[in-house]
T-cell receptor
Framework: GQSLEQPSEVTAVEGAIVQINCTYQ??????LSWYQQHDGGAPTFLSY????GLEETGRFSSFLSRSDSYGYLLLQELQMKDSASYFC?????????????FGRGTSLIVHP | DVKVTQSSRYLVKRTGEKVFLECVQD?????MFWYRQDPGLGLRLIYF???????EKGDIPEGYSVSREKKERFSLILESASTNQTSMYLC??????????FGPGTRLTVL
């Protein structure tokens, strides 16, 4: 089995940097994905980390530490449009699973 | 661009009705998924399929069934809708399970 923990809500001001953490417990591990979902919209894929380290894509970066069972999504130069829910998802290796498990999501509120 | 479409954005049904939710993807993906999303509970997997006519139960399959007769289409069936199945239903497809493409969702209300 697996479990994921992420904060339910994070607030920040426009232009700031914010970090959304995700810790997980799995019996094996393939990788950690991040998705963004605006209110009323569909989740959209942001990033995937299978190896330790930082992956950067524009203003967004994602970090993974396999030894700590921990990852985070870093959003820089925050904009109002970044207000959304962010989900981490983990797929473990148990039983050759095709099934990622999603966290409950972190609601990011960006203030002017 | 990958496109995943769902048959309805909003649906209202009565308790006991049989409900069909359709999902179509245009990228020849092997994997397709059905989730329900409820406030505070995140995305919970109902069923997934890794090939035509193949299906596997997810975390919450009770009260649901699925059909995948063609690669591009994955249907979710509520045999006898109940009020506790009122939810947002999201379909997704993927080549790799870790990179899923979601449809716009169907908000189902069961009265």
């Amino acid at each position: 089995g697996q479990s994921l923990e992420q904060p339910s809500e994070v607030t920040a001001v426009e232009g700031a940097i914010v970090q959304i953490n995700c810790t997980y417990q799995t019996s094996g591990f393939y990788g950690l994905s991040w998705y963004q979902q605006h209110d009323g919209g569909a989740p959209t894929f942001l990033s995937y980390n299978a190896l330790d380290g930082l992956e950067e894509t524009g203003r967004f970066s994602s970090f993974l530490s396999r030894s700590d069972s921990y990852g985070y999504l870093l959003l820089q130069e925050l904009q109002m449009k970044d207000s959304a829910s962010y989900f981490c998802a983990v797929r473990d290796t148990e039983g050759g699973s095709y099934i990622p498990t999603f966290g409950r999501g972190t609601s990011l509120i960006v203030h002017p | 661009d990958v496109k995943v479409t769902q048959s309805s954005r909003y649906l209202v049904k009565r308790t006991g009705e049989k409900v069909f939710l359709e999902c179509v993807q245009d990228m020849d993906h092997e994997n397709m998924f059905w989730y329900r999303q409820d406030p505070g509970l995140g995305l919970r997997l109902i069923y997934f399929s890794y090939d035509v006519k193949m299906k596997e139960k997810g975390d919450i399959p009770e009260g649901y069934s699925v059909s995948r007769e063609k690669k591009e289409r994955f249907s979710l069936i509520l045999e006898s809708a109940s009020t506790n199945q009122t939810s947002m239903y999201l379909c997704a497809s993927s080549l790799q399970p870790d990179t899923q493409y979601f449809g716009p969702g169907t908000r189902l209300t069961v009265l």
